[in-house]
């Protein structure tokens, strides 16, 4: 029982980071003039208006259980970029809303981490709140620089594509049917613990 409840603890934290990411989308989107994502009451910390079957519940906790890389995602929030005043601007804002957010979440964690250190000793309610302080300090730096990766689907390449010419972008957004299989092929190769694992370590020891 005690074995279950950290990996409740985490899929719970998960699951509310996801909503926060998807919301941060809707609000930015919102703020710039497609009202799209409010329309479809998306503009919500409420799980379950974001909640995708698969990738928010399935995926999570097959991962979660066995150990397996922990791959999540939630049902994207719809932008119609022809709304916006600067269409590509706007849309790259709109993309890093997502792990910017995440990042707020994550130094949330690291806060309440330093707050309840002196009362970890004492046993009581420090120790519960201190796992899920680590779960949201965790999870959402690993959900930051995993969606920051300049894959197509993810916001890192809709921010790369914010800031690179044209011409260029275009031809990232030509991969984004590939977007899986490069994401899949990184994982499989090994690739993955490097270019998300590294800086999520260092990050880590340097915000603890």
Do not use: C
């Amino acid at each position: 029982m005690d074995s279950i409840v950290p990996i409740l603890i985490s899929f719970l934290v998960l699951v509310f980071s996801l909503a926060v990411h998807e919301s941060a989308h809707a609000w930015a989107a919102d703020r710039l003039g497609d009202p799209t994502a409010r329309t479809l009451g998306r503009v919500s910390l409420n799980p379950i208006v974001h909640v995708d079957p698969i990738g928010t519940v399935v995926f999570p906790l097959v991962g979660l259980f066995t150990g397996a890389p922990l791959i999540g995602w939630a049902k994207p929030v719809p932008v119609a970029t022809w709304r916006f005043e600067h269409p590509r601007r706007d849309y790259l804002m709109v993309a890093a809303a997502g792990p910017l957010s995440n990042l707020s979440l994550a130094f949330v964690g690291v806060v309440a981490l330093r707050l309840l250190r002196p009362g970890l000793d004492g046993g009581g309610v420090a120790a519960p709140l201190a796992e899920v302080a680590w779960a949201l300090l965790s999870i959402n730096l690993l959900l930051a620089i995993f969606n920051l990766l300049p894959i197509p689907r993810l916001d890192g390449s809709t921010v790369l594509a914010g800031v690179l010419p044209e011409r260029m972008a275009a031809g990232l957004d030509r991969l984004r049917p590939y977007g899986f299989v490069l994401l899949y092929a990184l994982m499989l190769s090994g690739a993955f613990s490097i270019v998300v694992g590294v800086p999520y370590r260092q990050l880590l020891q340097w915000l603890l």
